[in-house]
């Protein structure tokens, strides 16, 4: 019988866990089939990085999950789901920033292209409009990209801003 469990790494007063998939038999920091992940609770918040993709291969063939590893494991499914959305929030930010900018808000259009490790954000205004989005000396630009950025450093994931006209 295989399971999916911890196995510390970490010094003393220190933990530091690997998920690994071991035989059931096996002592806690015996030898193992396959490293998952890793799981750091000193941490705030606690990291988790599971390979998602072997989780569920070692899954399918029957591995049974640990208590602690079954309760991390809805973790990381949930993390992904966030990440898939990280777009559609800049994009709502920034169509709302924008919006309270122009006179004509029913024109404002953004739209989210995503890269390997930036998405780019395309705004549209009206011609009349896009002075006010602009500022003078791209000032009003410059600050839009400069929260962009913030937001995107707090989830970990690079924007850029192109103003279209």
Not at 52 to 74: D, F, H, I, M
Not at 79 to 93: D, N
Not at 148 to 156: D, E, I, P, T
Request: proline share 4%; with cysteine.
């Amino acid at each position: 019988m295989v399971a999916m469990r911890l196995t510390r790494i970490g010094s003393k007063k220190r933990p530091y866990y690997r998920i690994v998939v071991i035989d059931k038999r096996r002592a806690r920091n015996g030898r193992f089939l396959e490293v998952l992940g890793q799981y750091n609770p000193i941490a705030r918040p606690a990291q988790v990085e599971i390979n998602a993709e072997r989780a569920q291969y070692w899954l399918a063939r029957g591995a049974e999950p640990s208590e602690t590893v079954r309760s991390l494991l809805p973790h990381i499914s949930s993390r992904e789901c966030r990440k898939s959305s990280l777009g559609v929030a800049m994009k709502e930010l920034i169509e709302q920033i924008a919006k309270a900018l122009v006179d004509n808000p029913d024109q404002v259009s953004v739209r989210p292209i995503e890269g390997e490790q930036t998405t780019v954000l395309e705004l549209r205004v009206a011609q009349s409009d896009l002075g006010k989005v602009i500022g003078k000396q791209g000032r009003t630009a410059r600050s839009i990209r400069t929260i962009l950025s913030a937001a995107g450093m707090k989830l970990k994931k690079r924007f850029t801003l192109e103003i279209l006209e």
